[in-house]
Structure formats: C-alpha cells, structure tokens
C-alpha cells in the first residue's frame, strides 16, 4: 500500500508568490494534518481536516490556508510568501480524528525555498 | 502549557555502543500520548513508538527500549547495540487530550550519528 504522498517534493518561490502544496494521504484515512519544519526544529502543527472540515488550526497567520477534498487528499495553501516560509512542509495522515489509539503516518514532505 | 524538551542536540557513538536520548515534556493535561519518531536524511518521520499517560509500563521491542517516568515526566529511548542505520534525527513528542491528537508538540530533535 502506498504510504502519505507529497507534491511537490521541492519547489522555489519569490517572497511575496504564492504556493499551494499537495497531500495523498493512506487509504482509508480520513483525516489530514499539516506540519511546517523550519530547518534545525521539530515540526510544528499548522492544520488538521477530517471529512473535509477543519479540525484544529495552529499558531499560523491566515496567509495560511487548507482544504480537504471528497477523496480526502488536502491542500495546504500560502499566500503572499515570507523568507521565513522556507520550511519542510509535511503532510500526515489518521485513519480517526478522534481516537487516540491511531498514530499518525507522515510524508516525506514539499521543501519550500523561498527567495 | 505544553513543552517538549529534548536538552542533546547531537550524539556520536561508534557503531555497537548504547545510546540513549532523553526527553522531558510539560503539560497539565492527565491524559496525554507520548511518541518517538525517526527523521532519516530523506525527510520522511517514522514512527517508533506511542505511549498514553496511564501506561508506564517500559518495553523492549529488539534493540529498542524505552523508559517512562511520569514522576521525573521524562520518556527516554534507548538503541542497544546502535548500527549505521540508526543515524538519523529523533523527536520526541506529546499529544494532549485537550488538543487532540492530531496536534502534536516536538521536541527540537537529538542527531544521532553512529560511525562505523
């Protein structure tokens, strides 16, 4: 079975561009939550969708947006790019939102640069 | 509030030699989850091992072993008998009821590298 896909793996953008990045999670897992990963940290939490509803939301500006689609892949979307953006952009996946019993399954992520 | 301490920013030990990585975490939350995730150098986390707050029973899982205190709130993780493979960064991390658990707080990380 094909585990979290990502897309782009890697991209560069310009400040002030906008970025959509793309997320496949495992089959069968409904819910969806985006990381950011400043190089030298631990990810921090930015969204989390499950049956296309907004969940859970972190400590992220509005130029930060999501969505989740019918067949539960997401989009993570961000507007008017910062230098600060620069980050790996990982996607996770859960099969329940609720459940504690479930980990989470990440991707290997969308590198963002920007310039 | 939630805090994920993790004080080594690197570790190197020769290939075979022991290596454990501390964690201490903060919350006020009771009912709370507690992970290890492996990030090898293609970026991708792998999940290690979970435990919830009314489980501190230690395991060892073939050369993994993991020591939950809840006295100290500290989750430490111990490679027996390290090799090459295991060089990669480790996170620890802590989900809370309250804020689901979804929305996990990390650790900074502690590379390790394992020289042969």
């Known amino acids: 079975d094909a585990g979290v896909t990502q897309s782009p793996t890697h991209l560069i953008k310009t400040r002030g561009q906008q970025v959509t990045l793309r997320c496949s999670p495992i089959s069968g897992h409904k819910s969806v939550s985006w990381y950011q990963q400043v190089l030298g940290q631990g990810p921090q939490f930015i969204f989390q969708?499950?049956?296309?509803?907004?969940?859970g939301r972190g400590n992220f500006p509005d130029r930060f947006s999501a969505r989740q689609f019918p067949n539960y892949s997401s989009e993570l979307n961000v507007n008017a790019l910062l230098l600060g953006d620069s980050a790996l952009y990982l996607c996770?996946?859960?099969?329940?939102?609720?459940?504690?019993?479930?980990?989470?399954?990440f991707g290997a992520g969308s590198r963002l640069t920007v310039l | 509030a939630q805090k994920v301490t993790q004080a080594q920013t690197e570790i190197s030990v020769v290939e075979k030699e022991d290596v454990t990585l501390d964690c201490v975490y903060e919350?006020?939350?009771?009912?709370?989850?507690l992970f290890w995730y492996k990030q090898p150098p293609s970026g991708e986390l792998v999940f290690l091992i979970r435990?919830?707050?009314?489980?501190?029973q230690n395991e060892i899982s073939g050369r993994y072993s993991w020591n939950f205190q809840k006295s100290t709130s500290s989750f430490n993780f111990t490679i027996t008998a390290s090799q090459v493979v295991d060089s990669a960064v480790y996170f620890c991390?802590?989900?809370?009821?309250?804020?689901?658990?979804?929305?996990?707080?990390f650790g900074t990380g502690t590379r390790l590298t394992v020289i042969p």
């Open positions: 996770a996946s859960r099969f329940d939102s609720v459940s504690g019993a479930n980990v989470l399954t």
């Open positions: 991390a802590l989900s809370e009821a309250r804020t689901g658990a979804n929305n996990l707080f």
């Open positions: 969708y499950y049956e296309k509803e907004e969940r």
């Open positions: 435990r919830n707050s009314f489980d501190e």
């Open positions: 919350t006020r939350d009771t009912t709370y989850y």
